[in-house]
């Protein structure tokens, strides 16, 4: 025998076996190419000068990208090369039979790995290679940073993603040793044609999916937090992970099997075919359309997060900066401030640096941690021992002045002595603040006559998400009062004195660098340490700093959320592109399995037509099943997603709502293409 | 007039762009009066299966006519084609072709159900037929589960149960034991005995030699035929196979 003799008959095998050996090859290609990309854009070869900080961030999210796309390249090629192997299964058992041994075979099947491994890596990286450029492109453009970039190679992404995809199908190959010999040549020949059982109702698997179902749905409902949220995002996703499983696996024929039980239905034409055909797909390719279903979720939750990411930018730059010019500070009831008189005196600075003020938002608040029983909130002396549990956290209470609320809101509140607005409906309308544990405790009684709107947040506190209320009192006065009863309770108790934060923002029509002049000259040499009220006596505080809000802090902004969407979409793609294969296949495995069934059914006396029909909506249903679930899944992940994105101060939910309805429709029409083209295929085989 | 009339056909096979053509039948006439058992012989690549695809409707002749109880085959519509074949065709097939998707009720109801009938009336023809054939108690199992001859004789039932004009057989017992085969030949004598129509097309001698009538065909052609009579079964086994022998020297006999 010649000595080219095996490695021509493996080239043959590949040709021959086209169908299903050329997707394989392109899945290997693209996640090759993927892979690469990931791995050169983590390098980071393209950060020029001053801004090799802002590029770190997406150098953090491509490696985590390598990281995802690693493990989902090994999983996925494992099953799309088992799928292969399954349909190959007569084939290799007829060269058995022939006469070559298993370990010919084996060598055969080594042949093959090294095509694939030469075709598949390198072509990936000359794939990658080409769009490079392009993806660098787009995502200093999400990131907004110059995209024009000069082209480089990056020798060691191709030597890992040659080496890891190497060891990829070095896995597969080993697979398919261990697989081969197990079998004998006469299993081998019928490999792909053994009778498929009935499924087995499963009960408890079907229950257990209700269950871990609920329970995913329950927690997306129920948490109203984002601590909360975040804490429990991942529990979630893994019960509603087993519970998709389960319910295509068990649920589903569970279902099917009593519609069967309904004579009156299923003894109709199409129910007939219909119910028969599904419970019959449904036990070989549960696992498939869970996967499809988990995989189409994954794309939309990742793409509509990282797309409310990034159009929320402004809002959330808004949200944490409320104005272009942002002083915060902290000062203490027995030092010389005046919010009044420092707004006064930074007016005048800004002006006199030629910029005008425009607009400012000032507001003073005090915070403290209180703990309710009824319409009491008290301030306890003690801690809680041991660590705070979730779910009893003190309610974090925000006072606020009515003129700082008008400040903020443009909204006047008539409140009187003795009178409160609150977020927290108190019952009856009375509230007492008590300070301290026992009965010699200070105590201030007051009136709530106007409920707040609950959506009212501040950024310093709407960041920290715990259980917080907003209480707004008349004046000054009274949060000074308030103060004062914390300090004479806390000198028995050893609290720290309270202290008043304030915030000052000034809006001006002064650009980027006119403002950073300005920050200079206010935070310069002569600083406001000079600062001396009207009647000349120095200012006194604690802390003082100035933020801008345009320049570094809206780069930084867009850095962190364009990269994460640039992420997003680029596993998104990734995503979909091994969703369009699993199809792929599921396509044609069933193709050639409905082949023979149509056949029967025309001698029996079915029309084509109607041959047709019964199996294009059967097919249907089966294949938008999947995208109905994920779509299921998406609202209830909305839920949660609302909350997560005020964690990164984006509290648009209707923006977060546009997005996921937007990625939806996008991903339907995506998923549409998909299943035409695979259909297509499918009515090939069937009526061949 | 006969129940089944083949008249003078003629099926050509050529390939899509005109090149190469086969003559799978050259001219094939015979008929088959009500309550007639014919089987139909010859070798691999006589033109059997293509006469028995022609004779379902499932394929269109060349040139010549069936007539099954005066309808003419290629005069009846494409959309009317199943429900024809439907309602006066009944098929058994070598391998069985049942549907894995359904239990062995069902596959036995596929026709009426395809008929629109209601699921009473599906179960009171089901009764005697299943009992007849003695499948009644494998009703709800599913055909991986039951052996070839129960296989077999579900698709039997399944073939009765529309009540067909005539029942199409395709190499019934190829697939089956020795015991199983027996079975399935008394069970075709027992129906046929009670008037109903059957055309087997087969290349076992064995089965051929429970007909009442055996057609021979060669290159497409009937090239003999054998009447049973008054023969017993090994008496008519015998003049079969000397037939063949002749067919396979080449001999050129008409009776």
């Known amino acids: 025998m010649s000595k080219s003799f095996y490695p021509q008959l493996a080239l043959q095998n590949c040709v021959k076996n086209g169908k299903f050996y050329f997707p394989y090859l392109l899945t290997v290609l693209c996640t090759a190419a993927a892979f690469y990309i990931c791995e050169a854009l983590s390098e980071s070869p393209w950060a020029i000068e001053g801004e090799a900080v802002r590029y770190d961030y997406l150098t953090m999210f491509m490696t985590i990208g390598v990281v995802i796309l690693g493990g989902f390249s090994v999983i996925f090629l494992l099953y799309t090369n088992s799928f292969l192997m399954k349909r190959r299964a007569r084939e290799l058992g007829l060269y058995n039979v022939l006469g070559m041994g298993k370990g010919h075979i084996a060598l055969v099947l080594s042949y093959e790995s090294l095509y694939t491994w030469i075709l598949g890596a390198g072509g990936g990286i000359l794939v990658g290679m080409l769009l490079q450029r392009l993806m660098i492109m787009l995502a200093r453009r999400l990131m907004r940073v110059d995209p024009l970039v000069r082209f480089s190679i990056v020798p060691k992404a191709i030597l890992t993603t040659a080496a890891f995809f190497g060891f990829c199908l070095l896995l597969t190959l080993l697979g398919n040793f261990w697989r081969l010999g197990r079998q004998n040549p006469v299993e081998l020949l019928r490999g792909s044609q053994m009778g498929e059982r009935q499924p087995k109702t499963r009960f408890f698997i079907a229950l257990l999916g209700l269950c871990t179902l609920g329970g995913g749905y329950g927690i997306a409902v129920t948490v109203k937090n984002p601590i909360d949220a975040l804490a429990q995002y991942f529990l979630a996703v893994g019960l509603v992970m087993i519970g998709t499983y389960c319910l295509f696996s068990a649920l589903s024929i569970l279902v099917l099997k009593l519609l069967r039980f309904s004579r009156n239905y299923y003894y109709k034409t199409p129910h007939f075919i219909g119910v028969s055909g599904m419970i019959h797909r449904m036990n070989r390719n549960a696992v498939g359309l869970a996967n499809i279903c988990i995989l189409s979720t994954m794309v939309m939750v990742m793409i509509s997060g990282t797309l409310s990411l990034y159009l929320g930018t402004e809002d959330s730059l808004h949200t944490r900066y409320p104005a272009q010019l942002n002083f915060r500070g902290r000062y203490r009831l027995t030092q010389n401030f005046d919010l009044e008189e420092v707004e006064k005196i930074f007016r005048e600075r800004v002006e006199e640096q030629g910029a005008e003020v425009t607009g400012s938002i000032a507001y003073q608040l005090t915070a403290m941690e209180m703990r309710q029983s009824g319409s009491t909130l008290r301030c306890q002396a003690k801690d809680q021992e041991g660590p705070p549990s979730l779910s009893d956290l003190p309610l974090t209470t925000v006072f606020l002045t009515a003129e700082g609320y008008r400040s903020l809101t443009g909204e006047t509140l008539d409140l009187g002595r003795g009178e409160l607005a609150s977020t927290a409906a108190f019952p009856d309308g009375a509230v007492s603040f008590v300070f301290g544990d026992g009965e010699e405790s200070g105590r201030l009684d007051y009136r709530q006559t106007k409920l707040l709107p609950g959506d009212f947040y501040l950024p310093d506190y709407g960041v920290m998400a715990m259980r917080t209320a907003y209480v707004v009192l008349p004046d000054m006065d009274a949060l000074e009062e308030l103060l004062n009863q914390w300090n004479a309770a806390g000198r028995n108790a050893n609290w720290r004195e309270g202290s008043v934060k304030w915030y000052l923002g000034l809006d001006t029509g002064a650009d980027v660098q006119e403002q950073q002049q300005i920050e200079k000259a206010l935070f310069g040499p002569a600083g406001p340490e000079e600062m001396t009220d009207s009647s000349g006596e120095r200012i006194e505080w604690d802390a003082m700093l100035l933020e801008l809000r345009e320049g570094m802090n809206t780069e930084e902004y867009y850095s962190i959320n364009g990269g994460f969407f640039f992420l997003g979409i680029f596993l998104g793609l990734i995503f979909i592109m091994a969703m369009a294969l699993i199809m792929y296949y599921k396509q044609i495995s069933e193709g050639y399995e409905d082949r023979e069934r149509f056949k029967i059914m025309q001698q029996v006396g079915l029309t084509k037509r109607e041959i047709r029909r019964s199996i294009n909506s059967q097919v249907l249903l089966v294949f938008f099943a999947p995208l109905a679930v994920a779509g299921v899944h998406l609202a209830f992940d909305f839920g949660l997603v609302k909350l997560l994105l005020t964690l990164f101060s984006v509290y648009n939910s209707r923006l977060a709502a546009w997005c996921s309805l937007a990625t939806f429709g996008v991903f339907t029409l995506l998923y549409l293409a998909v299943y035409l083209a695979t259909a297509r295929t499918y009515y090939k085989i069937v009526s061949e | ?255």
Not at chain 2, 104 to 121: Q, T
Not at chain 2, 155 to 169: F, K, M
Request: zero cysteines; aromatic letters at 8%; hydrophobic letters at 40%.
């Open chain 2, 1 to 255: 007039m006969a129940m089944l009339e083949v008249n003078n056909l003629k099926k050509i096979y050529s390939s899509r762009f005109g090149g190469s053509s086969v003559q799978a039948l050259t001219n094939v006439s015979f008929s088959v009066e009500k309550g007639e058992y014919v089987a139909i012989m010859g070798e691999s690549g006589s033109g059997k299966t293509t006469l028995l695809n022609i004779l379902a409707a499932l394929d269109k002749p060349t040139e010549g006519s069936v007539l099954l109880g005066g309808q003419e085959l290629s005069q009846i519509r494409e959309r009317d084609l199943a429900a024809f074949r439907r309602d006066n065709l009944g098929f058994v097939f070598q391998d069985f072709n049942l549907l894995d998707t359904f239990s062995v009720r069902d596959n036995i109801f596929l026709p009426l159900v395809l008929a629109g009938k209601k699921y009473d009336e599906m179960s009171r023809r089901l009764q005697p037929i299943a009992q007849k054939l003695g499948i009644g108690d494998i009703l709800s199992k599913f055909p991986y589960e039951i052996s070839g001859g129960q296989k077999q004789r579900t698709a039997v039932a399944r073939a009765l149960i529309t009540g067909p004009q005539l029942i199409l057989a395709d190499e019934p017992t190829g697939a089956l034991d020795s015991k199983a085969t027996d079975q399935l030949l008394r069970l075709f004598e027992e129906i046929n005995a009670e008037g109903q129509t059957i055309l087997m097309v087969t290349h076992s001698v064995k089965a051929a030699s429970h007909a009442k009538r055996v057609l021979f065909i060669k290159d497409g052609q009937v090239f003999h035929q054998l009447y049973r009579a008054e023969l017993n079964e090994s008496e008519m086994f015998g003049r079969i196979s000397d037939t063949l022998t002749v067919l396979q020297r080449g001999g050129n006999s008409h009776e």
